[in-house]
C-alpha cells in the first residue's frame, strides 16, 4: 500500500505510519530555524523512517542522514557539541538540530525557496543553484527542470507526505 492509498485505513493505522516520532526534538528545532515542523518532520520520514542508526550507501548518518564532512562543518559553525565526532550523528538531538541547521541554511541562501532548499539538502548545493536559476519563483518549474530522477522524486516523495501530515495533524 502506498502512502496516499493508505489514508483510506483507519485514523490509527495512519497515525503510526506518520507518526510525530521524535517530537520532543524535531518541533523545537523546527521552531528555531523557522521551519514548518510537519516538513521537518516528512524531512526525517523520508531520509531515515525515524531510524536513528540508517546509514545511506553515501555515508550519510542518522535520523536526517547528514554527510560526515558536512556535520564536522556544522559543529565547527555551531560550535557544538563538544568533542565533536563523527559518530554523534547518530545521536537523535545532534542528527535533527544539524539536519534542520543545514536546511534552514539551504531555504536562506535559495531566497526561501524550499524545494531549492530541499534539492540541496539532497543532492548538494550546486545542482540546485543551476535548477534554481532555471526556475526562480515557480516550483512547479523547479521540478519539471530538475533531470536528474533522484532530486525529483525525493522533493516529490517529501511533499506528497508533508500533505499527508498536514491532513492528519491539521491546526485549527
Not at 48 to 74: D, H, K, N, Y
Amino acid at each position: 500500500m502506498d502512502d496516499t492509498a493508505s489514508l483510506g485505513a483507519p485514523a490509527y493505522f495512519n497515525h503510526i505510519r506518520f507518526g510525530l516520532y521524535f517530537a520532543d526534538l524535531i518541533l523545537p528545532e523546527a521552531a528555531g530555524y523557522g521551519l514548518d515542523d510537519l516538513l521537518l518532520l516528512s524531512l526525517v520520514r523520508q531520509e531515515s523512517l525515524f531510524e536513528g542508526f540508517a546509514v545511506s550507501s553515501s555515508g550519510a548518518r542518522g535520523l536526517m542522514q547528514v554527510m560526515p564532512a558536512t556535520g564536522r562543518g556544522i559543529a565547527e559553525a555551531l560550535g557544538w557539541p563538544p568533542d565533536y565526532t563523527d559518530t554523534d550523528l547518530y545521536r537523535p538531538l545532534v542528527s535533527v538540530r544539524f539536519g534542520a541547521y543545514y536546511l534552514a541554511a539551504q531555504r536562506d541562501r535559495f531566497g526561501g525557496d524550499l524545494y531549492a532548499a530541499l534539492a540541496a539538502y539532497n543532492g548538494g548545493p550546486g545542482y540546485a543553484a543551476i535548477w534554481h536559476e532555471l526556475a526562480p519563483d515557480d516550483p512547479d518549474l523547479f521540478l519539471e527542470v530538475i533531470r536528474l530522477e533522484q532530486p525529483h522524486l525525493y522533493i516529490r516523495r517529501i511533499y506528497e507526505v508533508f500533505a499527508i501530515y498536514r491532513k492528519l495533524y491539521a491546526r485549527p
